[in-house]
């Protein structure tokens, strides 16, 4: 890439890996678009501070995030023709089971629901949950349309569900009291 800007935009349409035009309204888009703001978000986490450890589980996923949207950005026709993409794998969604488990037994058990916030990264990390619950939608979406890999969306759903453990740790591990829900009434 010599230059940011390309100009092929300008009308409303992207190209996919394999040459592909689509509309930048088009499922596809909203789905790898969804995963690039979560990477962003998790940029945002990683400024705010956590420690050592969760800040190395971010990197690894950021890395990873930028294999899911290259594999969103390819159509099945463009894979098959020879493409190479990172697929999103059963091994991957086990490593985010391990990094829950590994998280969740040091954590004092759930009694209430969670409400996001207490420190910078934890909110930030709250944040990330919830955009990765929107990609999770949308690539539901996109599935309903086209064929993806089934891995994508075990992915994703894993990843929300530790962006959540992670919160509460990043919380834990600064010693703040992580705020709950309360029912008005």
């Known amino acids: 890439m010599t230059r940011i800007y390309t100009r092929t935009g300008d009308h409303g349409e992207t190209g996919l890996f394999g040459g592909a035009r689509v509309s930048k309204d ?12 979560l990477n962003a978000v998790l940029g945002l986490a990683r400024a705010a501070g956590p420690s050592q ?12 995030l930028f294999d899911l949207g290259a594999e969103l950005a390819t159509p099945d026709a463009a894979s098959r023709a020879g493409g ?3 697929r999103a794998t059963p091994e991957r969604v086990a490593a ?3 990094d829950i488990d590994r998280f969740e037994d040091r954590l004092p058990p759930l009694r209430q ?13 709250h944040h990330a949950r919830t955009v990765a619950r929107r ?11 086209e064929a993806l890999n089934p891995e994508l969306l075990k992915y994703v759903n894993r ?3 530790l962006l959540f453990v992670l919160a509460r740790a990043a ?7 992580e705020p709950t829900w309360t029912p008005s009434g």
Request: glycine share 6%; net charge negative; proline share 5%.
């Open 96 to 98: 985010l089971e391990r």
């Open 113 to 125: 629901f969670v409400l996001p916030g207490g420190t910078p990264a934890a909110s930030a990390l």
């Open 171 to 177: 919380n834990h591990a600064a010693g703040q009291a």
């Open 26 to 37: 088009h499922p596809r888009v909203r789905a790898y678009g969804t995963i690039d703001e």
């Open 53 to 64: 450890e969760i800040d190395a589980i971010l990197e690894r996923l950021q890395h990873q």
């Open 84 to 86: 190479h993409v990172t």
């Open 159 to 161: 990843l929300s569900d």
């Open 135 to 145: 990609a999770e939608r949308a690539i539901v979406r996109l599935a309903s349309n």
